[in-house]
């Protein structure tokens, strides 16, 4: 009896189109890195390589919302991809922000919510200090998460652990290469990304609506950034349509924001652009108490501890 040819092996298939854009970002990143590693530093690739970080995070966070492949093994290598250019296991996403932010979307009991540490604030060292404050509250439930994970599903622990030792075995090998050049072109870069990755946020929920709602009522727990970064950063600054619909691709965002959600958000939630904003609250506020923003939480009442 003839026996059936070999199936040949199937291509891994981008789950869009526009995905190329974030495989365009994360071969960019490292392709900077390794020139200036070998060429040097230069202002130029280097400002872009910190661009690049912030799009890498945001991929990251894209990516544990909804899988970049339909295989699993190509996504599989994509967990250890962005292990590799972020600096930090990917795993992290799941009990910090699909189960713990995405659930209580910035109520009582989201564990990083803004208005839990010192008070509800907006201003440049509340969002500075915001990311070292939210590691110190939620390491604890990574390591719980961990803790049941290992209890009850050994695999998937093992493959979380797998990704602490890529990462840690990376910078300890860069660093044992070159120092110097490994904190100047990886290490640095890294923290500035996952500084962004915690502080956006502060940026979008400092002074937003944190007390407890029922469901289906207001939307006021999100700010939302209009501008043109968006398109660069696959928009991320459209919070509240994907607050909404978490699983639905990041290009989808744009017409969800326009037609369902930026109008049932309060206008002040609105805003043009993240730079502009950042100046006129961050920077102006801090002179001038008409640029700083208000509290959505009722001022008749402390906010939620």
Same mark, same amino acid.
């Given at each position: 009896?003839?026996?059936?040819?070999?199936?040949?092996?199937?291509l891994?298939?981008l789950?869009?189109?526009?995905d190329?854009?974030? $495989?365009?970002y994360?071969?960019?990143?490292?392709?900077?890195?390794?020139?200036?590693?070998?060429?040097?530093f230069?202002? +130029?690739? @280097? !400002?872009?390589?910190?661009?690049l970080t912030?799009? &890498?995070?945001v991929?990251?966070?894209?990516?544990?919302?909804?899988r970049?492949?339909? !295989?699993?093994?190509?996504n599989?290598f994509?967990?250890?991809?962005?292990? *590799? $250019?972020?600096?930090?296991?990917t795993?992290?996403?799941w009990?910090?922000?699909?189960?713990?932010?995405?659930?209580h979307r910035?109520?009582?009991?989201d564990a990083?919510?803004?208005?839990?540490?010192?008070?509800?604030?907006?201003? $440049?060292?509340g969002?500075?200090?915001?990311?070292?404050?939210?590691?110190?509250? *939620?390491?604890p439930?990574?390591v719980?998460?961990l803790?049941r994970?290992?209890?009850?599903?050994p695999?998937?622990?093992?493959?979380?652990?797998?990704?602490?030792?890529?990462?840690? !075995?990376s910078w300890?090998?860069?660093?044992?290469?070159?120092?110097?050049?490994a904190?100047?072109?990886?290490?640095?870069?890294?923290l500035? !990304?996952?500084?962004w990755?915690?502080?956006?946020?502060y940026?979008q929920h400092?002074?937003?609506?944190?007390?407890p709602?029922?469901?289906g009522?207001?939307?006021? @727990?999100?700010?939302?950034?209009?501008?043109?970064?968006?398109?660069l950063?696959?928009?991320?600054?459209l919070?509240?349509?994907h607050?909404?619909n978490?699983? &639905?691709h990041?290009?989808?965002?744009?017409?969800?924001h326009r037609?369902?959600?930026r109008?049932r958000?309060?206008?002040? +939630?609105n805003?043009?652009g993240l730079? &502009?904003?950042m100046?006129? &609250?961050f920077?102006?506020g801090a $002179?001038?108490?008409?640029?700083?923003s208000?509290s959505?939480?009722?001022?008749?009442?402390?906010?939620?501890?």
């Open positions: 009896m003839a026996s059936r040819p070999d199936r040949p092996a199937r891994p298939r789950r869009h189109w526009r190329w854009q974030s $495989l365009a994360l071969a960019a990143l490292p392709a900077l890195a390794a020139w200036q590693w070998v060429h040097g230069h202002w +130029l690739p @280097y !400002g872009a390589m910190l661009f912030l799009g &890498v995070s991929i990251h966070h894209n990516h544990a919302h909804l970049l492949w339909r !295989g699993r093994r190509a599989r994509t967990d250890c991809w962005l292990t *590799l $250019l972020q600096g930090h296991p795993f992290v996403f009990p910090a922000h699909v189960a713990n932010h995405h659930r910035h109520g009582p009991k990083a919510r803004t208005y839990r540490f010192g008070g509800d604030t907006n201003h $440049l060292l969002y500075l200090l915001h990311p070292l404050q939210a590691v110190a509250v *939620l390491y439930v990574f719980a998460w803790g994970l290992r209890r009850h599903w695999g998937a622990w093992r493959y979380c652990m797998a990704q602490y030792v890529l990462w840690l !075995g300890t090998a860069l660093l044992a290469l070159d120092w110097q050049k904190v100047l072109f990886v290490i640095l870069p890294q500035h !990304g996952l500084h990755l915690l502080a956006t946020n940026l400092a002074h937003a609506d944190g007390r709602r029922p469901e009522a207001s939307l006021d @727990y999100a700010r939302n950034f209009e501008g043109l970064i968006n398109p950063l696959f928009n991320i600054g919070h509240t349509a607050h909404e978490s699983k &639905v990041w290009s989808a965002l744009s017409r969800l037609e369902h959600y109008a958000v309060d206008p002040a +939630l805003e043009r730079l &502009v904003y100046g006129r &609250v920077v102006l $002179l001038v108490p008409r640029f700083r208000r959505l939480m009722s001022p008749n009442s402390n906010p939620p501890s």
